[in-house]
């Protein structure tokens, strides 16, 4: 028996912002950090982890961007061809 799973267009385009969107490395951490190392000041542990949670939000409102161009005038039908996109990669 094969049981149909739900999804609301929200729960769709909230999995897609997240899950397409990779961790932050430490290289990306460390370039950061060297950017703007004069601003920077206070422990280093909490500072890499604040410098990793703003890069990975930053990530997310690119995604975020990406999927909204991607949208743009006709929602469903774009949203219909980001799905079958999305489907298609690996």
Do not use: W
Request: charged share 30%; net charge positive.
């Amino acid at each position: 028996m094969c049981r149909a799973i739900r999804y609301t267009s929200g729960r769709v385009y909230a999995g897609m912002t997240t899950a397409k969107v990779g961790l932050v490395t430490e290289s990306e951490i460390e370039a950061f950090d060297q950017a703007n190392k004069g601003r920077l000041r206070g422990d280093e542990s909490k500072l890499r982890e604040g410098i990793r949670a703003h890069l990975q939000e930053q990530k997310r409102a690119a995604r975020r961007a990406q999927l909204r161009l991607i949208s743009g005038a006709q929602p469903l039908e774009a949203f219909i061809r980001l799905i079958d996109q999305e489907l298609a990669r690996p």
